[in-house]
């Protein structure tokens, strides 16, 4: 069975709308942004890519609710209505209720509501914990709100896959509609980690950059590169059966056409350094993507996280992966821009993928003023190229060895 795209949403750095976010992307213009509070002039870490100008009563959130909720659910209901909103897709009109579901995650879920919790619980004692405490922060209920908002009754699932995770709820939706579980899934990924714990557990495992400038602190494939930027948003996307989008008349903005996943086994923070299960991830999703070299286009929208061991050993990957294809294909990292969102990353850099397909455009890596000789593919410097595209890919590697990728046709 054929999956297609029919709606899209996110929240991000540097916008808050598909269209702002791509505009901006496509111009280079960067969202990260200094550390200002003095409260955080101890922390390791002076910049991060907070989102901006966020109104949750634009989503239909009232204010109770907004009060009981953690950033990440608040940003994944967002991004979601945005997606539901343009697929039209509406539960019990076009949609059976038990064959729509929900497939979203998070990497951490709502690390800024247990650290207020458990200031309180230190301070005040426990009769001051919120009774709203577990169902604000729990992983899952970033997906609960979803479905309960759109009545979605089918297989709801979330995951955690550190900083794959967006990508594998989407491939894993992809696979749930494709052997026949459901017909619609609003799938992706949220995050919302910007506090000073992240920032300081980050900080002291030296996976954060020390660049106090925000437009030289996150650096893919860059020989100056030390380390990635904390950020926070979310993406949606609605998935569809191919015959049920075409039988209600929707408008398909993609087809999702391969996933792979693979793990590391290695290490708990490091990449696989000679890319070789990196690459599996890669190859499988394209294999079944039945892509072509001699035909095809290629943009990838890589990991790309600007950490010494990430850039180097996910070049190596797409080498094995592609072969003699690697020095063909469009890459870039919009991490570059963005900021590493974790569990968001996935879904919002599939989205972004599906933009450049659209319009044949790929999105720069802002900042590569001196490449890595060890990172020696087209990392698409500085400013948007435009190109023929007719397949996107776009990996993720996550923390405890996670891999995956997902592509798109057009």
């Not at 076009?94 to 709502?110: E, L, M, Q």
């Not at 023929?388 to 798109?408: E, K, M, Q, Y």
Request: proline share 5%; glycine share 12%.
């Amino acid at each position: 069975m054929r999956v297609v795209v029919t709606g899209i949403g996110v929240v991000s750095p540097v916008g808050n709308d598909i269209e702002t976010m791509w505009k901006n992307l496509r111009k280079g213009v960067c969202g990260i942004t200094k550390v200002e509070d003095p409260l955080y002039d101890q922390l390791p870490s002076k910049v991060w890519g907070r989102v901006k100008d966020f109104n949750a009563s634009e989503y239909g959130m009232d204010p109770g609710f907004v009060r009981k909720q953690d950033k990440f659910v608040l940003y994944a209901i967002a991004a979601a209505k945005q997606a539901v909103d343009q697929s039209g897709i509406v539960s019990g009109d076009n949609v059976a209720p038990d064959r729509f579901g929900v497939y979203y995650g998070t990497g951490i879920g709502g690390f800024e509501t247990i650290c207020k919790e458990a200031v309180k619980m230190e301070k005040d004692g426990p009769k001051w914990i919120s009774p709203h405490f577990v169902t604000g922060m729990i992983p899952n209920i970033a997906a609960g709100n979803i479905a309960l908002r759109n009545n979605a009754q089918g297989p709801c699932f979330s995951g955690g896959t550190a900083c794959a995770t967006g990508t594998h709820m989407i491939g894993e939706a992809y696979r749930a509609i494709k052997h026949g579980y459901a017909d619609v899934i609003i799938t992706g990924g949220t995050e919302a980690p910007c506090i000073p714990m992240t920032l300081a557990a980050f900080g002291n495992m030296k996976a954060l950059t020390k660049s106090t400038d925000p437009s030289r602190a996150s650096l893919p494939f860059n020989a100056g590169r030390d380390g990635f930027v904390l950020s926070e948003g979310a993406g949606a996307l609605v998935l569809e059966s191919y015959e049920h989008a075409v039988k209600r008349g929707a408008t398909i903005l993609a087809e999702v056409c391969g996933y792979g996943s693979t793990c590391d086994a290695y290490h708990i923070t490091a990449p696989r350094p000679d890319g070789t299960t990196q690459a599996g991830a890669i190859r499988s999703a394209l294999k079944e993507a039945r892509f072509c070299g001699r035909r095809d286009v290629l943009y990838v929208n890589a990991h790309g996280t600007g950490t010494p061991l990430n850039d180097k050993s996910e070049t190596l990957a797409f080498h094995l992966a592609l072969g003699r294809n690697a020095q063909k294909a469009l890459i870039s990292s919009t991490k570059s821009m963005l900021g590493h969102m974790l569990g968001a990353a996935g879904a919002v850099e599939a989205i972004i993928s599906i933009l450049a397909l659209r319009d044949g455009i790929v999105p720069p890596t802002i900042g590569l003023d001196k490449v890595d000789p060890e990172c020696d593919l087209n990392y698409t410097p500085n400013k948007a190229v435009k190109a023929p595209l007719t397949i996107a890919a776009s990996d993720s590697l996550g923390f405890g060895g996670h891999n995956s990728c997902i592509v798109f046709r057009k």
